[in-house]
C-alpha cells in the first residue's frame, strides 16, 4: 500500500499541501522523478543523468499494464499509441499529450522522449522514424536559447502531429508558434542568442569560414561577446555537427544549407554596420562598416549600392511620383535591425516548412490516417523585464490553463449536475476572466494593441494610457505608475509586470518596403524564396517558386501583411485549440524543483508555488473523488459487448448493465444518458477483454489444430488406400509377370522336344540410314546442353530462409498465370534497378578508375552468404539490391550473416535503415562503421570481402551486363589500359552494366563483319567511359558548394581584417 501511495498521489489519505509536497519529495530524493495523479503524470526535473531511459526499460512498457510498473514518461506515450489505436477503453480516436509547465522544468526533453518512445511502438523499419527523430535536435539549434531560467529555453512553440496508418507513422507535420524574433538583435544580461550562431563559429572548419565570410566571434555585435569558455566552444561544435547530420537526414540538399549558413552570416555582418551623418545630413556607413556592408551584401547576393540606399532611406511612388525620405540614425539602425530579425524569421520559417515537405512522403489526402499530437510551448516567464514576446508567451500558458480546467474540472463537474450523480462541488482557480481579458473584442489588451498600431504616429505610452483608461478596476490588472510604459497582469501563475516599451512596433514587424524588392531580387535562390513567400493567417512561411519583383508578388505581400503578429499569433492559439479539443488529451505537469538549475535540490517553497498556480491539489481531489471516463451507453455497449459473449444485442442501457453485471467493477455510477468509471476501471475492463482475447486465441488453437488434424488423418487414410491399391496392382502385375515366365518356359521345352534343326541367325533391320557428316560443324552444336543449376546446401551460419537462387536463363519452369506474373514483376524491378545504378551511381561508387573491392555488383542475398562462410569475425561486402533502388550491406557475425539495407537519401546521402546518421558516399559510411558499431549489435566491420577470382567476375549477373562483350576479354587484356589495376574484376566491372535491352543471344546472328564492327564501337565507348567514370569522381571529390557571391565575400574579409588591424595598431604609435 506505501508503494501505491508514493506512486499514484490520487491514493493518498491525508489531501492537503503538506502531505502532497512531502510524498514528491520523498520521491525526488529517491529518485523516482516521475508520479500520477490519477492517469496524470507529473515530471520533476532533476537537472542531472538518470539510467531510466535504456532500450531495456523502453521495452518494459510497451503494451505494459499501468499498476505493474512505476510511474514514467514512456507509460503515457505507450497509453496515447494504444489509444490512438483502439486497444484500451475508446474506440479509434486522435490523441493529443499537453506538456506544461515553467521555463527549465524539462518540457523539451520530455519531448523528446515521448517522440522516440512512440517511434518504437511503431517501428517498421522506415527511414521516417530516424528523420522524425532528427527534427528536434534540428529545431533546437534554430528556436532555442539560454536564458536567465534555462540553458536550453524554446524560443517558440511547437506541437507536432504524428500521422498513423495501419499501427505505422506515415507523416509528420510541425506546426511553430511566435519565433522570438527580437533576441536575433538584442539579449538580456545573463543570456544569449540562438543556439545555431554559436554552433557555426565553433563548428566551421577556418576554410569553410572563409567560404562563408565568418570571422572572429568577438566581433560580432549581435553575439554580444558572450562566446563563451574553451569547454563550451567545443561543446557548440559537436553540437554543430549534430546539426548538420539532422539536416542531411531530414533531407536538406547541400547548396540549400550553404545559402542558409551564408543568409546567417550575413545576418551577423548586417549587426556591425554603423552610420555617422555627412555633411549633407544623409547617412552613410562608417569608415570602419564598409568591409561588413560589402560581407553582407555579397552574403545576401545583392548590391551594396542598394543594400545601403535600403537602410538610410525609404523611396515610395504616390501618384505616379517617386518621393525619398532619408532617414535619421535611430530610423537607420532601426531597419538594420529588422532586415535582420525579419530574415532570421523567414529562414526559421523556412526550415519548418522544409521539414513538414519531407515528412510527408507520397501522402495521399483521402486516404483515413490516426493522430498523435505533442504541444511543446513555451512555459510561464516572469523576468526582471518582461516583453512583448513574454506577454504572448504567456497568454499561450494561460490558454493551456484554460484547456487543463476546462477537461478536467469544467467538463466533468457540468456532467455531474447534467446527469444527477450526487457530487460536492470542487471549486478551482478559473482563468477564464484573464483570458478575456487579453482576447475580447473590441477592449481586449491585443485588440487595443492592434489599434493603436494602425495609427503611425501612436506611441507605446498612448497604448499603456489605453489600457490604464479601460482597465482601471479590474481584478486581473494593475495600474504602474512609472516614467516608462508600463502595466501589471494578474496571472494564474502569479503578477507579471510587463514593458510596453516596442509594443506597437513588434506587433507591426514593418521591414523598410525596397528591402522585399531588393532580396526576391537576389542571386542567392533561397533569401528570393524566403520574401516572395506569403505569409498564411496563423504566420506561417508559404514558400513559393523564385519569382522577380512583380505587381502580383507585391499584392500578395501586403495583403498579408495587413494582419499584425498578435492578431496571427491569435489565430494559430484558436487553430491549436480547436485539434486539442477535437482529440483526447493525455497530461504531463512539468515541475521545476529549484531556481539554481542544481541536481539533487529541491526547493519546497517554489515547488509549491507550481503545485498551487497548476491546481495539482484540486486535480488531485478530482481525481480520487470524481470520475475521468464517462462514455455513453450506447459506445460502451459498441466497446464492451463482447463481455457477454452474445451476437447482435441491442445498444442500450440494459445491456450495458448486463455486461457490468458480468464484472467485479465497483464504485461507478449510472447517469441518465451515459455511465461514471473512475480512471483505473478502464484497465480493469481492458484485462476482461484481454482474457476474453486470450481464451479465443486458446480456442482457435484447439480448432485449428482439430481441422489440421482431421485433414492429416485424411492424408493418411488417402496415402494408405492408394499404397493398398498400389500394392494390389504391383502383386497383380508380379503374378501376370510369373505365368508369362512359367509360358515362356513351356514353350521353350515344348521346342527342345521337337528338336528342330538350328537355322541361322536373322540379323535385326537398321531403324534409321546413316547420314553424312558436314565438312564444318557449329560450335554451339557441340556444347553439352544446360541444365538446371543444383541447389546447394544452406548455411548453417545462417536462419532458414526462401531459397532465393534465380535459375539461369533458358531454363524452362511449368508455372501457372500469378507465378509467371510474380516472376515479371521481379523481372522489372530488376531491370528498373540496374537502369537506376547504371544512371546515377556508377560513377559515384567509382575509386581511383576502379570499383572498391568491398562492391560486388548485383550478386544475391545467398551468393553473399556463401562467399561469407569461411570468412572471419567482420568481414564484409556491399552490393546492389534485386528489388529496390538501393544496397545491401552483408557482414559476417559472430554466430550468422547480416543483411543491412543501405536507402539513399533524396539529397544524395548514405544511410543504415535504422541508424541515425547520414554519409556522403559508401566509402563514408565504411570508413564510419569501422570506428563505430552498427545499431543494434555495435558490430565494427573489418575486412572487406574481394571477389574470388582473378580472371573475371564470379557472377553471370555481372557478365552478362558487361559493356564490352566477353570475345573481346582476350583483346583487351593485351592491350595496354590507362587505369591499370592489381585486380582484373575491377577492370570488368569499370565498363559498367549494359544496355536493358541487350540481348545476348542475338550477337550469333550478326554477320561476322557487322559483328566486328560492332565490337569495336562498344570497345571505344568502355573506354570513353572508364575515363569519364575517373575524371567524374575526381570532379565530385574536388566539387564544393561555395555561397553565389563568393568572391566579394572573400575580398569583404580581407578588407575588415585590414581595417581591424589599422585600428588595433592606431594606440600603438
Given at each position: 500500500?506505501?508503494?501505491?501511495?508514493?506512486?499514484?498521489?490520487?491514493?493518498?489519505?491525508?489531501?492537503?499541501?503538506?502531505?502532497?509536497?512531502?510524498?514528491?519529495?520523498?520521491?525526488?530524493?529517491?529518485?523516482?522523478?516521475?508520479?500520477?495523479?490519477?492517469?496524470?503524470?507529473?515530471?520533476?526535473?532533476?537537472?542531472?543523468?538518470?539510467?531510466?531511459?535504456?532500450?531495456?526499460?523502453?521495452?518494459?512498457?510497451?503494451?505494459?499494464?499501468?499498476?505493474?510498473?512505476?510511474?514514467?514518461?514512456?507509460?503515457?506515450?505507450?497509453?496515447?499509441?494504444?489509444?490512438?489505436?483502439?486497444?484500451?477503453?475508446?474506440?479509434?480516436?486522435?490523441?493529443?499529450?499537453?506538456?506544461?509547465?515553467?521555463?527549465?522544468?524539462?518540457?523539451?526533453?520530455?519531448?523528446?522522449?515521448?517522440?522516440?518512445?512512440?517511434?518504437?511502438?511503431?517501428?517498421?523499419?522506415?527511414?521516417?522514424?530516424?528523420?522524425?527523430?532528427?527534427?528536434?535536435?534540428?529545431?533546437?539549434?534554430?528556436?532555442?536559447?539560454?536564458?536567465?531560467?534555462?540553458?536550453?529555453?524554446?524560443?517558440?512553440?511547437?506541437?507536432?502531429?504524428?500521422?498513423?496508418?495501419?499501427?505505422?507513422?506515415?507523416?509528420?507535420?510541425?506546426?511553430?508558434?511566435?519565433?522570438?524574433?527580437?533576441?536575433?538583435?538584442?539579449?538580456?544580461?545573463?543570456?544569449?542568442?540562438?543556439?545555431?550562431?554559436?554552433?557555426?563559429?565553433?563548428?566551421?572548419?577556418?576554410?569553410?569560414?572563409?567560404?562563408?565570410?565568418?570571422?572572429?566571434?568577438?566581433?560580432?555585435?549581435?553575439?554580444?561577446?558572450?562566446?563563451?569558455?574553451?569547454?563550451?566552444?567545443?561543446?557548440?561544435?559537436?553540437?554543430?555537427?549534430?546539426?548538420?547530420?539532422?539536416?542531411?537526414?531530414?533531407?536538406?540538399?547541400?547548396?540549400?544549407?550553404?545559402?542558409?549558413?551564408?543568409?546567417?552570416?550575413?545576418?551577423?555582418?548586417?549587426?556591425?554596420?554603423?552610420?555617422?551623418?555627412?555633411?549633407?545630413?544623409?547617412?552613410?556607413?562608417?569608415?570602419?562598416?564598409?568591409?561588413?556592408?560589402?560581407?553582407?551584401?555579397?552574403?545576401?547576393?545583392?548590391?551594396?549600392?542598394?543594400?545601403?540606399?535600403?537602410?538610410?532611406?525609404?523611396?515610395?511612388?504616390?501618384?505616379?511620383?517617386?518621393?525619398?525620405?532619408?532617414?535619421?540614425?535611430?530610423?537607420?539602425?532601426?531597419?538594420?535591425?529588422?532586415?535582420?530579425?525579419?530574415?532570421?524569421?523567414?529562414?526559421?520559417?523556412?526550415?519548418?516548412?522544409?521539414?513538414?515537405?519531407?515528412?510527408?512522403?507520397?501522402?495521399?489526402?483521402?486516404?483515413?490516417?490516426?493522430?498523435?499530437g505533442i504541444l511543446d510551448i513555451f512555459g510561464f516567464e516572469n523576468f526582471a523585464v518582461n516583453r512583448y514576446e513574454q506577454l504572448?508567451?504567456?497568454?499561450?500558458?494561460?490558454?493551456?490553463?484554460?484547456?487543463?480546467?476546462?477537461?478536467?474540472?469544467?467538463?466533468?463537474?457540468?456532467?455531474?449536475?447534467?446527469?444527477?450523480?450526487?457530487?460536492?462541488?470542487?471549486?478551482?482557480?478559473?482563468?477564464?476572466?484573464?483570458?478575456?481579458?487579453?482576447?475580447?473584442?473590441?477592449?481586449?489588451?491585443?485588440?487595443?494593441?492592434?489599434?493603436?498600431?494602425?495609427?503611425?504616429?501612436?506611441?507605446?505610452?498612448?497604448?499603456?494610457?489605453?489600457?490604464?483608461?479601460?482597465?482601471?478596476?479590474?481584478?486581473?490588472?494593475?495600474?504602474?505608475?512609472?516614467?516608462?510604459?508600463?502595466?501589471?497582469?494578474?496571472?494564474?501563475?502569479?503578477?507579471?509586470?510587463?514593458?510596453?516599451?516596442?509594443?506597437?512596433?513588434?506587433?507591426?514587424?514593418?521591414?523598410?518596403?525596397?528591402?522585399?524588392?531588393?532580396?526576391?531580387?537576389?542571386?542567392?535562390?533561397?533569401?528570393?524564396?524566403?520574401?516572395?513567400?506569403?505569409?498564411?493567417?496563423?504566420?506561417?512561411?508559404?514558400?513559393?517558386?523564385?519569382?522577380?519583383?512583380?505587381?502580383?508578388?507585391?499584392?500578395?505581400?501586403?495583403?498579408?501583411?495587413?494582419?499584425?503578429?498578435?492578431?496571427?499569433?491569435?489565430?494559430?492559439?484558436?487553430?491549436?485549440?480547436?485539434?486539442?479539443?477535437?482529440?483526447?488529451?493525455?497530461?504531463?505537469?512539468?515541475?521545476?524543483?529549484?531556481a539554481s538549475k542544481q541536481p539533487d535540490l529541491l526547493d519546497s517553497k517554489v515547488v509549491m508555488d507550481q503545485l498551487r498556480y497548476?491546481?495539482?491539489?484540486?486535480?488531485?481531489?478530482?481525481?480520487?473523488?470524481?470520475?475521468?471516463?464517462?462514455?455513453?451507453?450506447?459506445?460502451?455497449?459498441?466497446?464492451?459487448?463482447?463481455?457477454?459473449?452474445?451476437?447482435?444485442?441491442?445498444?442500450?442501457?440494459?445491456?450495458?448493465?448486463?455486461?457490468?453485471?458480468?464484472?467485479?467493477?465497483?464504485?461507478?455510477?449510472?447517469?441518465?444518458?451515459?455511465?461514471?468509471?473512475?480512471?483505473?476501471?478502464?484497465?480493469?475492463?481492458?484485462?476482461?477483454?484481454?482474457?476474453?482475447?486470450?481464451?479465443?486465441?486458446?480456442?482457435?488453437?484447439?480448432?485449428?489444430?482439430?481441422?489440421?488434424?482431421?485433414?492429416?488423418?485424411?492424408?493418411?487414410?488417402?496415402?494408405?488406400?492408394?499404397?493398398?491399391?498400389?500394392?494390389?496392382?504391383?502383386?497383380?502385375?508380379?503374378?501376370?509377370?510369373?505365368?508369362?515366365?512359367?509360358?515362356?518356359?513351356?514353350?521353350?521345352?515344348?521346342?527342345?522336344?521337337?528338336?528342330?534343326?538350328?537355322?541361322?541367325?536373322?540379323?535385326?533391320?537398321?531403324?534409321?540410314?546413316?547420314?553424312?557428316?558436314?565438312?564444318?560443324?557449329?560450335?554451339?552444336?557441340?556444347?553439352?546442353?544446360?541444365?538446371?543449376?543444383?541447389?546447394?546446401?544452406?548455411?548453417?551460419?545462417?536462419?532458414?530462409?526462401?531459397?532465393?537462387?534465380?535459375?539461369?536463363?533458358?531454363?524452362?519452369?511449368?508455372?501457372?498465370?500469378?507465378?509467371?506474373?510474380?516472376?515479371?514483376?521481379?523481372?522489372?524491378?530488376?531491370?528498373?534497378?540496374?537502369?537506376?545504378?547504371?544512371?546515377?551511381?556508377?560513377?559515384?561508387?567509382?575509386?581511383?578508375?576502379?570499383?572498391?573491392?568491398?562492391?560486388?555488383?548485383?550478386?544475391?542475398?545467398?551468393?553473399?552468404?556463401?562467399?561469407?562462410?569461411?570468412?572471419?569475425?567482420?568481414?564484409?561486402?556491399?552490393?546492389?539490391?534485386?528489388?529496390?533502388?538501393?544496397?545491401?550491406?552483408?557482414?559476417?557475425?559472430?554466430?550468422?550473416?547480416?543483411?543491412?539495407?543501405?536507402?539513399?537519401?533524396?539529397?544524395?546521402?548514405?544511410?543504415?535503415?535504422?541508424?541515425?546518421?547520414?554519409?556522403?558516399?559508401?566509402?563514408?559510411?565504411?570508413?564510419?562503421?569501422?570506428?563505430?558499431?552498427?545499431?543494434?549489435?555495435?558490430?565494427?566491420?573489418?575486412?572487406?570481402?574481394?571477389?574470388?577470382?582473378?580472371?573475371?567476375?564470379?557472377?553471370?549477373?555481372?557478365?552478362?551486363?558487361?559493356?564490352?562483350?566477353?570475345?573481346?576479354?582476350?583483346?583487351?587484356?593485351?592491350?595496354?589500359?590507362?587505369?591499370?589495376?592489381?585486380?582484373?574484376?575491377?577492370?570488368?566491372?569499370?565498363?559498367?552494366?549494359?544496355?536493358?535491352?541487350?540481348?545476348?543471344?542475338?550477337?550469333?546472328?550478326?554477320?561476322?563483319?557487322?559483328?566486328?564492327?560492332?565490337?569495336?564501337?562498344?570497345?571505344?565507348?568502355?573506354?570513353?567511359?572508364?575515363?569519364?567514370?575517373?575524371?567524374?569522381?575526381?570532379?565530385?571529390?574536388?566539387?564544393?558548394?561555395?555561397?553565389?557571391?563568393?568572391?566579394?565575400?572573400?575580398?569583404?574579409?580581407?578588407?575588415?581584417?585590414?581595417?581591424?588591424?589599422?585600428?588595433?595598431?592606431?594606440?600603438?604609435?
Amino acid at each position: 500500500m506505501a508503494v501505491r501511495t508514493q506512486e499514484d498521489l490520487a491514493t493518498l489519505s491525508e489531501l492537503d499541501e503538506k502531505s502532497l509536497l512531502e510524498s514528491l519529495s520523498n520521491r525526488f530524493q529517491q529518485n523516482h522523478i516521475y508520479t500520477y495523479i490519477g492517469d496524470i503524470l507529473v515530471a520533476i526535473n532533476p537537472f542531472k543523468y538518470l539510467p531510466l531511459y535504456e532500450k531495456t526499460v523502453s521495452e518494459k512498457y510497451k503494451c505494459h499494464e499501468k499498476g505493474d510498473l512505476p510511474p514514467h514518461i514512456f507509460a503515457v506515450a505507450d497509453r496515447a499509441y494504444q489509444s490512438m489505436l483502439g486497444r484500451l477503453a475508446t474506440g479509434p480516436r486522435n490523441q493529443c499529450i499537453v506538456i506544461s509547465g515553467e521555463s527549465g522544468a524539462g518540457k523539451t526533453e520530455s519531448t523528446k522522449l515521448l517522440l522516440r518512445q512512440i517511434m518504437e511502438l511503431c517501428k517498421a523499419n522506415s527511414q521516417l522514424e530516424q528523420q522524425i527523430l532528427q527534427v528536434n535536435p534540428l529545431l533546437e539549434a534554430f528556436g532555442n536559447a539560454q536564458t536567465v531560467m534555462n540553458d536550453n529555453s524554446s524560443r517558440f512553440g511547437k506541437y507536432i502531429q504524428l500521422r498513423f496508418q495501419n499501427s505505422s507513422v506515415k507523416s509528420a507535420k510541425i506546426n511553430e508558434y511566435l519565433l522570438e524574433k527580437s533576441r536575433v538583435v538584442h539579449q538580456d544580461e545573463g543570456e544569449r542568442n540562438f543556439h545555431i550562431f554559436y554552433c557555426m563559429l565553433a563548428g566551421i572548419s577556418a576554410e569553410d569560414k572563409e567560404m562563408y565570410g565568418l570571422l572572429d566571434p568577438d566581433l560580432y555585435r549581435y553575439i554580444n561577446g558572450k562566446y563563451g569558455s574553451p569547454e563550451m566552444v567545443n561543446k557548440w561544435s559537436t553540437k554543430y555537427n549534430e546539426v548538420c547530420n539532422a539536416m542531411d537526414m531530414v533531407g536538406f540538399e547541400e547548396q540549400e544549407q550553404v545559402d542558409m549558413k551564408t543568409i546567417l552570416a550575413g545576418i551577423l555582418s548586417l549587426g556591425n554596420i554603423k552610420f555617422e551623418p555627412q555633411e549633407t545630413g544623409i547617412l552613410k556607413a562608417t569608415e570602419q562598416s564598409n568591409g561588413w556592408l560589402k560581407a553582407a551584401a555579397g552574403q545576401f547576393g545583392v548590391q551594396e549600392e542598394e543594400l545601403v540606399k535600403c537602410l538610410i532611406c525609404t523611396t515610395s511612388v504616390t501618384r505616379g511620383e517617386s518621393i525619398k525620405r532619408n532617414h535619421s540614425q535611430q530610423q537607420a539602425e532601426d531597419a538594420r535591425d529588422s532586415i535582420a530579425k525579419v530574415a532570421y524569421g523567414r529562414v526559421f520559417g523556412w526550415i519548418v516548412s522544409k521539414i513538414n515537405e519531407l515528412l510527408a512522403p507520397n501522402v495521399d489526402l483521402n486516404e483515413e490516417h490516426q493522430e498523435i499530437g505533442i504541444l511543446d510551448i513555451f512555459g510561464f516567464e516572469n523576468f526582471a523585464v518582461n516583453r512583448y514576446e513574454q506577454l504572448c508567451i504567456n497568454l499561450a500558458n494561460e490558454q493551456l490553463q484554460y484547456f487543463f480546467n476546462h477537461h478536467i474540472f469544467l467538463m466533468e463537474q457540468k456532467e455531474y449536475k447534467e446527469e444527477g450523480i450526487k457530487w460536492e462541488t470542487i471549486t478551482f482557480k478559473d482563468n477564464k476572466p484573464i483570458l478575456d481579458l487579453f482576447l475580447a473584442k473590441p477592449f481586449g489588451i491585443f485588440s487595443l494593441l492592434d489599434e493603436q498600431s494602425a495609427f503611425p504616429k501612436a506611441t507605446d505610452t498612448n497604448f499603456v494610457d489605453k489600457l490604464n483608461s479601460n482597465f482601471k478596476g479590474k481584478p486581473h490588472f494593475e495600474i504602474v505608475r512609472s516614467h516608462n510604459p508600463m502595466f501589471t497582469v494578474v496571472h494564474y501563475a502569479g503578477k507579471v509586470q510587463y514593458n510596453a516599451s516596442g509594443f506597437l512596433e513588434k506587433n507591426r514587424d514593418t521591414i523598410p518596403a525596397n528591402i522585399r524588392g531588393l532580396f526576391i531580387n537576389s542571386v542567392t535562390p533561397l533569401l528570393s524564396v524566403l520574401f516572395a513567400a506569403t505569409i498564411s493567417r496563423t504566420g506561417t512561411l508559404i514558400p513559393q517558386l523564385r519569382a522577380k519583383l512583380s505587381q502580383a508578388v507585391e499584392d500578395n505581400f501586403n495583403s498579408t501583411r495587413k494582419q499584425s503578429v498578435g492578431a496571427q499569433f491569435k489565430h494559430s492559439l484558436t487553430v491549436l485549440m480547436e485539434k486539442m479539443f477535437a482529440a483526447n488529451p493525455h497530461f504531463i505537469r512539468c515541475i521545476k524543483p529549484n531556481a539554481s538549475k542544481q541536481p539533487d535540490l529541491l526547493d519546497s517553497k517554489v515547488v509549491m508555488d507550481q503545485l498551487r498556480y497548476n491546481g495539482l491539489l484540486e486535480t488531485i481531489r478530482i481525481r480520487r473523488d470524481g470520475f475521468s471516463w464517462r462514455p455513453s451507453f450506447e459506445e460502451f455497449a459498441q466497446r464492451y459487448r463482447i463481455l457477454l459473449i452474445k451476437p447482435d444485442i441491442p445498444l442500450n442501457k440494459e445491456s450495458c448493465l448486463c455486461i457490468l453485471n458480468n464484472t467485479d467493477l465497483k464504485d461507478w455510477k449510472c447517469g441518465s444518458t451515459r455511465f461514471f468509471f473512475k480512471y483505473w476501471h478502464q484497465e480493469q475492463l481492458a484485462k476482461c477483454i484481454d482474457r476474453l482475447g486470450k481464451a479465443a486465441t486458446v480456442i482457435q488453437k484447439m480448432y485449428r489444430g482439430f481441422c489440421c488434424k482431421k485433414k492429416y488423418v485424411a492424408l493418411v487414410a488417402e496415402m494408405r488406400l492408394r499404397r493398398e491399391q498400389e500394392m494390389r496392382q504391383l502383386k497383380q502385375e508380379q503374378e501376370e509377370e510369373e505365368k508369362r515366365r512359367q509360358l515362356e518356359i513351356e514353350q521353350l521345352e515344348m521346342e527342345q522336344e521337337n528338336q528342330s534343326p538350328p537355322t541361322a541367325p536373322v540379323p535385326f533391320p537398321r531403324k534409321r540410314k546413316p547420314q553424312p557428316r558436314p565438312r564444318s560443324i557449329p560450335a554451339e552444336t557441340l556444347q553439352p546442353r544446360l541444365l538446371p543449376p543444383v541447389p546447394r546446401p544452406r548455411s548453417k551460419l545462417l536462419e532458414a530462409t526462401p531459397f532465393d537462387n534465380d535459375l539461369e536463363n533458358g531454363t524452362v519452369l511449368h508455372m501457372n498465370a500469378q507465378e509467371e506474373a510474380e516472376a515479371k514483376q521481379r523481372w522489372n524491378k530488376r531491370c528498373n534497378t540496374i537502369r537506376w545504378f547504371k544512371e546515377t551511381q556508377a560513377r559515384k561508387v567509382v575509386r581511383n578508375g576502379a570499383f572498391p573491392n568491398w562492391f560486388h555488383g548485383m550478386i544475391t542475398r545467398r551468393q553473399a552468404e556463401d562467399l561469407m562462410i569461411d570468412k572471419s569475425l567482420g568481414c564484409f561486402l556491399i552490393r546492389v539490391s534485386e528489388s529496390r533502388e538501393g544496397y545491401t550491406l552483408t557482414f559476417r557475425g559472430k554466430d550468422r550473416c547480416r543483411h543491412y539495407m543501405i536507402e539513399m537519401q533524396t539529397n544524395g546521402k548514405y544511410v543504415i535503415l535504422g541508424e541515425a546518421r547520414a554519409h556522403p558516399s559508401l566509402l563514408d559510411l565504411i570508413e564510419y562503421h569501422k570506428k563505430v558499431g552498427i545499431l543494434p549489435f555495435l558490430e565494427l566491420l573489418t575486412v572487406p570481402c574481394g571477389q574470388r577470382s582473378n580472371v573475371e567476375p564470379d557472377y553471370e549477373e555481372l557478365k552478362n551486363l558487361m559493356l564490352i562483350p566477353s570475345s573481346l576479354a582476350a583483346e583487351e587484356d593485351s592491350e595496354p589500359s590507362e587505369h591499370s589495376s592489381s585486380d582484373p574484376v575491377h577492370l570488368e566491372l569499370l565498363k559498367l552494366f549494359a544496355p536493358l535491352d541487350q540481348n545476348q543471344t542475338m550477337e550469333r546472328q550478326v554477320p561476322p563483319v557487322l559483328k566486328r564492327i560492332s565490337e569495336k564501337k562498344l570497345k571505344t565507348e568502355a573506354k570513353e567511359s572508364q575515363r569519364n567514370c575517373s575524371e567524374d569522381h575526381e570532379e565530385s571529390s574536388n566539387r564544393r558548394h561555395f555561397p553565389r557571391l563568393y568572391p566579394s565575400i572573400r575580398l569583404a574579409m580581407r578588407e575588415i581584417q585590414q581595417v581591424q588591424q589599422h585600428f588595433s595598431e592606431c594606440p600603438k604609435d
